[in-house]
């Protein structure tokens, strides 16, 4: 069992920026990807960023491309979102979790949220204009 503790949420105005951290209970070898995922109200949960464990390659949604960066410290057995440009429409919950990464036949990211065994709790992100 992974447990899975996020921390750092919170409101920011339009423009602004987040660092999201997410804390690995104990040693997360032996799982191949840990993503972001982040649901907003009446909204399905859809993924955000991903990183391969083995070869820290990154993978992002189109909607935060070039705004979202994920990044891992196999030290601290941490994982980290920073959230750059903030919009309305990223006001979510933003969920860390651990599993597998999947790609398309395309060779696109293909986030399901079933492909992850383990969740962390949630941290609420506001963005205001």
């Known amino acids: 069992q992974v447990q899975l503790v996020e921390s750092g949420g919170g409101s920011v105005q339009a423009g602004g920026s987040l660092t999201l951290s997410c804390a690995a209970s104990?040693?997360?070898?032996?799982?191949?990807?840990m993503g972001w995922f982040r649901q907003a109200p009446g909204k399905e949960r859809e993924g955000v960023a991903a990183?391969?464990?083995?070869?820290?390659?990154?993978y992002y949604a189109d909607s935060v491309q070039g705004r979202f960066t994920i990044s891992r410290d196999k030290v601290k057995n941490t994982m980290n979102l920073h959230l750059n440009v903030l919009n309305n429409e990223d006001t979510a919950v933003y969920y860390c979790?651990?599993?597998?990464?999947?790609?398309?036949?395309?060779?696109?990211?293909?986030?399901?949220?079933?492909?992850?065994?383990?969740w962390g709790q949630g941290t609420q992100v506001t963005v205001s204009s």
């Open positions: 990183i391969e464990t083995d070869s820290d390659r990154t």
């Open positions: 104990r040693y997360s070898g032996g799982i191949a990807c």
């Open positions: 979790a651990a599993g597998l990464c999947r790609w398309s036949l395309g060779g696109r990211w293909d986030p399901r949220p079933d492909d992850y065994n383990y």
